[in-house]
């Protein structure tokens, strides 16, 4: 519901009672829209205290690192760094796309390794993608989706941020598919960590401008993009009409 009825010309030429009266009652209304409980966000009081707290964080630590990244690293070397990442992800790509049953997208996965570590000097270089060889970004949680289980409720988790209770569950199993997390010794497993969530960071600088200048609430519209997305990407990119929606 909107305030609609309630326009300058209508306050300006009511009585004084009736201009409290209709802003009253449009308060009333505005309250009792941003009190409506989302579908999909049972925790949103949580939620927002989580989201705030990862603000917070991100302010003081990770922003400020991503910036001075994207400033002094060339963008030659920070393309280097991105594509080496992405190399290591294709592994557990090609796992998952096994796990759905996408034979030809786990094959897809498998040769983009293989081209990615030997010609293009250990992943700095994307050469499967000049090749025209596409990358399946899967992880664990999608394939759940994909097997039946429904995400269930939106969850805000600290330091990871948007998520679904289902891939919430699917998250240690996709840290562990990760090859930087058998990498010795610590001290170089977790540099490499540090180093992958501010390149991650640096990516999500300009799209941060976005949305912070066009939404009137950002946790609101980081939400609805988040799990918008998430069930796009179970369905491969062709969701069904929200009316046959299965809860994945």
Not at 73 to 82: A, E, K, Q, V, Y
Not at 186 to 199: D, F, I, W
């Amino acid at each position: 519901m909107t305030c609609r009825f309630l326009n300058a010309d209508t306050l300006l030429g009511a009585a004084p009672w009736l201009r409290r009266l209709l802003l009253v009652a449009c308060l009333g209304l505005l309250t009792a829209c941003a009190s409506a409980p989302h579908a999909r966000d049972p925790l949103e009081p949580f939620n927002r205290g989580v989201a705030e707290f990862n603000e917070g964080l991100d302010a003081a630590f990770l922003k400020p690192a991503a910036i001075g990244y994207e400033r002094v690293m060339p963008s030659l070397l920070r393309t280097g760094i991105h594509n080496f990442f992405a190399n290591l992800g294709d592994i557990w790509n090609t796992a998952n796309n096994l796990l759905q049953g996408k034979v030809q997208a786990a094959a897809e996965s498998f040769m983009r390794i293989n081209v990615n570590t030997v010609m293009g000097l250990g992943g700095l270089i994307d050469v499967a993608s000049a090749l025209g060889i596409e990358r399946h970004p899967e992880d664990f949680g999608q394939t759940l989706g994909r097997w039946g289980v429904p995400s269930g409720p939106y969850v805000v988790l600290p330091f990871f941020g948007p998520s679904t209770v289902r891939d919430a569950l699917a998250l240690p199993l996709d840290m562990r598919g990760n090859l930087l997390s058998v990498i010795d010794p610590q001290s170089t497993r977790s540099g490499l960590y540090l180093l992958r969530a501010v390149e991650s960071r640096a990516n999500l600088l300009r799209s941060e401008n976005v949305v912070n200048e066009a939404a009137l609430d950002k946790y609101g519209f980081v939400r609805d993009a988040f799990l918008q997305r998430r069930r796009n990407d179970i369905y491969d990119g062709d969701p069904p009409d929200e009316s046959e929606e299965d809860g994945r």
